[in-house]
Each structure stands twice: as structure tokens, then as C-alpha cells.
């Protein structure tokens, strides 16, 4: 199975430079406290027509999590103790992988930087997993000759005047006003909506924009075609604004509307799309109990966001914050043919982070994070689901909404082929949660060697049947050492102590046989961007 999630992440650190500074297109400075052990001076653009860069990363894990399947070893995705099989034990797994994520831009001098085209690709597997095969996330064993290459990103950018973008082709679905191609990812990922709706991966058209002092983004994917000639198609529309009200305060808005009328054709291998498939279980989100009858959903989300200082880089105060209400409608198509409501869908997620950098750096800080979305505790046996419903109901994962620092609770980013956490989606199943992160770090040696500690507790707003409320309490750790400019060693480590929540049969491995062992993990991994 493809994962996407990680390369969502460390591949905008550093193609944001990648750009010239011209007409407002600006490229923003490389983020030194991430990866570098000193501020570089802003990278300058060159007159090189192709750009290359590339971002490394290898992770060695040591875990009690693995899963039952075979076919699953080396490439899980989704809720933990699900239908991914995924079940912690006594034992201990180990597994090392792999990745590698190649950019190329392409400017031609003759079009005067008026058009750009990006491409971008994956390479992940598993050490010591196959060769002399075919299949994305594979490779690794002796002799390697595995073809695994996974197109990311294949899109042509062109200036419609300046400060104004049109993206065309496969590009990134992020829930986010700014432009990912000229914005770190650490700013995405700690503003707008966090990624915890979309963030992914999508063939579409879209346009970015300054104007009056605001952000706009306006865009339209076809997430699903299926057959060209019937209206089975899943088609995503968005707009969004966002303005600097005061001294780096900001304040955004965003609608988007989704329509699906696949019945879940298409979508992720055997598993499908949509609410009512197997993706659904398989992601941690709701399943509409359709029993495979045609449906279909017109579905909206409707959100106000605000920021001051995320990233700590203008003061010592920073805070985030987002409110989103998903609604709409699923019809499911009766004996005679026609459609009738069997659900309307409204829910709410809010999310608030607060936090204070005390010391020299931007990693003498101490954050604090709370999320809560609604939950429902009859399905849609009243006509109504109230939980939220996010991207992972179609992709796999198409929601990544890992920048809460939790491990195991939530889901983290440092991962290649192994990407799952107690609740993988904000939805929880479609029962809610309300969970808070605390986390404090400190430079131990100045932008070189940073310490990190962490804790999560979540809980269920509403318990599944044979359960309880309190999903699990997790402590984690982190040291990183900045070897050189964009070159960095971790450590890491998580322990998720696992509440009454999982006595519940529905929500142990393979559909009840007790409470499962706490799950904990410990991994070292090498990040390196190239350019």
C-alpha cells in the first residue's frame, strides 16, 4: 500500500527554496532548528533551468506492534487493532526502512519564469523485504532489482501575475490557505486546519493568490473518475482566506464541498472508498452501514482558523487554533431506484494550541494541545450521524494530522511504511474524542543537540459497546542531534498505557480476545535533506 504521509512532511522543508524570488514569488529561508546546526543566509536562486533536491530518510524500530497478516510486515496503515491486523504482544519486532524522496523542477529560461513543472517521487521499503519484484513499498532484500518507484507529485505551475499561482495536474490536498510550494511545512502543520481533514495527495486545478492583504486559495480535484461515461465520480471543491489581522495574527476562513456519487468504486486495493467501505474500518473512521446499496453523499466542511506565532519565530507567545463543522447529506438508492436520505451528517472538531518559547532558541519550548470532535452513539439509526467525517474515509491515509507530538495515541510523522496510532483519525470511529498533548523541549547544546519530553491522554465521547471512555495515557521522548546543516540523528521513544476503552470486543484485535498489551516503541532514524 502507498503512504504518503511522511513525504507530506519533510519534502516541503526543502523544496520551499526551490522557487526564485521574483514577482512576489518569493523563497523562504531554510528552517535552521530543524535540521541545520547553524542559520544559513537565505539560499539564492540560481539561472539553472532544472533544480534537483532530495530528502533521505532510514528509521531502525524496535516495537511490540506488528501485524497477523503476511502480506503486512513491512507496510501497515491505519487504526491500531484493526482491520490491519496490527496487535502488540510480549515479543519484540524489529524492523528498519527506507526512503527516498527526489524533486525536480523544471524552469525554462525562455518562458521567463512564467511556467514551472514539479515532480516529485517516492521510493520506500522495507529492508530485507523483496527483489526482483513489482509493488510500491517494497524492496530492500538481497540483489534489490525492485521496481517501487510511486509518483507523488506531477503538476505545472503557472504566474498569472504577481503573487498569483495555477497549479495543474497531481498536487498536494492540503487543508491549507498557502501555497505548499513556497511554505515550510512546519508552518502548515501547526496552522489552518493541521492537515486532520485533508492531507494528501490529488489530481486537480487550483490557484493561489495576495491580494488586499489576503490569502486565497481556490481549487477542484477529481479524486475519483471510475467509468468516464456514468456520473460515479467523487469531486472535491474548495475555498479558502486567510488574513494577517495584527503583527503576524491571522485569521482564516474555508468552505469545501464534496461530491460523491461513486457508490465506492475505485479507491485504496481491495478496500475501496467512500462511507460505506472497508477503507472506513480500516482507517478509524465511521462506516455507514449501507450494507453495499448505491449511495450518495454531498458533503461539506465549513471552518474558521486563527494563528500568532506558531513556530515561535516572532516572540515567545505562540498559539493556534481551529473550528470546523462537517455537514451534509448521504442518500442511499431504494428498490425501485430512486434515492432516499438515510442520513444527514453534522459535526464538530475544535483544536487549540498554546505555547511559551523560554529559552535562546525556538526549541526552548513548552506547548500545550487539546482537540475534541463530536461523536455519535447510535450510528445512523436516528437519520443522523454527529461525528466528523475527514479525508481517510477516501484515501489511505488522505488526513495526517501529526503535529501533536504523540507517537502512539495520535499519529506520528517519522515514519515510511509503518503509519498507525491508537486513534489514527480525528473521528475515532465515529465516536468522538477528546484527547490534550503536553510538550517540553530544550536545546542542550545550542541548535545542535535538543531534548524533547511528551505526554498524551485521550479519551472517547462516547464508549463503544463493552467499553469504556479513557482510550490510553502515553509519556514519549525525543533527543536530536544536528550533525551538520540538514543532516540530523534522532531518538525516540513511546509507551501508550491503554484505558478501558479497549475492552470493548469492537475495538480489540481480530473482533475481541481480550485487552490488548500496551503498545510501545523505540526507533532511531537519519534525516537528511539534499540540495
Do not use: C
Not at 493 to 502: I, Q, R, V, W
Amino acid at each position: 500500500m502507498s503512504l504518503r504521509v511522511v513525504m507530506l512532511l519533510l519534502l516541503i522543508a526543502g523544496r520551499a527554496w526551490a522557487q526564485p524570488a521574483a514577482d512576489g514569488d518569493a523563497a523562504p529561508e531554510p528552517d535552521p532548528d530543524s535540521l541545520g546546526r547553524t542559520t544559513p543566509d537565505q539560499l539564492k536562486a540560481d539561472d539553472a533551468q532544472f533544480k534537483f533536491l532530495a530528502y533521505f530518510f532510514t528509521r531502525g524500530e524496535a516495537t511490540n506492534v506488528a501485524p497477523t497478516n503476511d502480506l503486512l510486515q513491512g507496510r501497515v496503515a491505519g487504526r491500531l487493532f484493526g482491520p490491519n491486523t496490527t496487535q502488540t504482544s510480549d515479543a519484540t519486532a524489529f524492523v528498519l526502512e527506507q526512503r527516498l524522496i527526489p524533486f525536480f523542477i523544471f524552469e525554462p529560461k525562455i518562458l521567463d519564469r512564467f511556467a514551472r513543472l514539479r515532480a516529485s517521487f517516492e521510493i520506500n521499503f522495507t529492508w530485507g523485504d523483496s527483489s526482483y519484484g513489482v509493488g510500491a513499498n517494497f524492496g530492500g532484500a538481497l540483489s534489490g532489482r525492485q521496481i517501487n518507484i510511486e509518483t507523488q507529485n506531477i503538476e505545472a505551475e503557472f504566474r498569472l501575475r504577481p503573487g498569483w499561482f495555477l497549479n495543474i495536474g497531481l498536487q498536494r490536498l492540503w487543508d491549507s490557505v498557502r501555497d505548499p510550494y513556497r511554505t515550510f511545512f512546519s508552518t502548515i502543520s501547526l496552522s489552518g486546519s493541521r492537515l486532520a481533514f485533508w492531507g494528501s495527495d490529488a489530481v486537480g486545478i487550483t490557484v493561489y493568490g495576495q491580494q488586499w492583504g489576503e490569502s486565497f486559495k481556490l481549487g477542484a480535484y477529481d479524486l475519483y473518475h471510475n467509468k468516464v461515461n456514468e456520473d460515479d465520480h467523487v469531486l472535491l471543491f474548495e475555498l479558502m482566506t486567510d488574513r494577517d489581522v495584527y503583527r503576524g495574527w491571522h485569521v482564516g476562513a474555508n468552505v469545501r464541498y464534496l461530491r460523491d456519487t461513486s457508490s465506492g468504486a475505485g479507491g485504496v486495493s481491495v478496500l475501496g472508498q467512500g462511507p460505506d467501505s472497508s477503507l472506513a474500518d480500516y482507517n478509524g473512521t465511521f462506516r455507514f452501514p449501507f450494507g453495499g446499496a448505491k449511495y450518495n453523499a454531498n458533503l461539506a466542511w465549513v471552518g474558521l482558523d486563527t494563528s500568532y506565532n506558531p513556530e515561535f519565530t516572532g516572540g515567545r507567545l505562540g498559539a493556534s487554533a481551529f473550528l470546523v463543522a462537517s455537514l451534509g447529506r448521504v442518500d442511499v438508492q431504494q428498490m425501485d431506484g430512486s434515492y432516499k436520505k438515510a442520513a444527514d451528517v453534522l459535526g464538530l472538531a475544535f483544536d487549540a494550541r498554546l505555547g511559551y518559547r523560554y529559552g535562546r532558541t525556538r526549541n526552548d519550548i513548552v506547548t500545550g494541545e487539546v482537540i475534541y470532535t463530536t461523536g455519535d452513539s447510535n450510528g445512523i439509526a436516528d437519520g443522523r450521524y454527529s461525528g466528523v467525517i475527514t479525508g481517510n474515509t477516501y484515501g489511505a491515509p488522505a488526513a495526517a494530522y501529526v503535529s501533536s507530538g504523540a507517537y502512539l495515541l495520535l499519529p506520528h510523522a517519522n515514519v515510511v511504511n509503518r503509519f498507525y496510532a491508537a486513534v489514527s483519525d480525528i473521528s475515532n470511529n465515529g465516536l468522538g474524542l477528546t484527547a490534550g498533548t503536553l510538550n517540553a523541549s530544550y536545546d542542550l547544546v545550542r541548535n545542535v543537540l535538543t531534548l524533547k519530553l511528551g505526554a498524551a491522554v485521550g479519551s472517547s465521547n462516547v464508549a463503544p459497546a463493552g467499553g469504556g471512555h479513557f482510550i490510553g495515557v502515553e509519556g514519549n521522548a525525543m533527543l536530536t542531534w544536528r550533525v551538520r546543516v540538514f543532516l540530523a540523528l534522532e531518538a525516540h521513544t513511546a509507551y501508550l498505557h491503554l484505558g478501558d476503552f479497549y475492552d470493548s470486543p469492537q475495538m480489540q484485535p481480530a473482533g475481541g480476545k481480550g485487552r490488548p498489551a500496551d503498545p510501545w516503541t523505540a526507533f532511531l532514524d537519519l534525516k537528511w535533506l539534499m540540495f
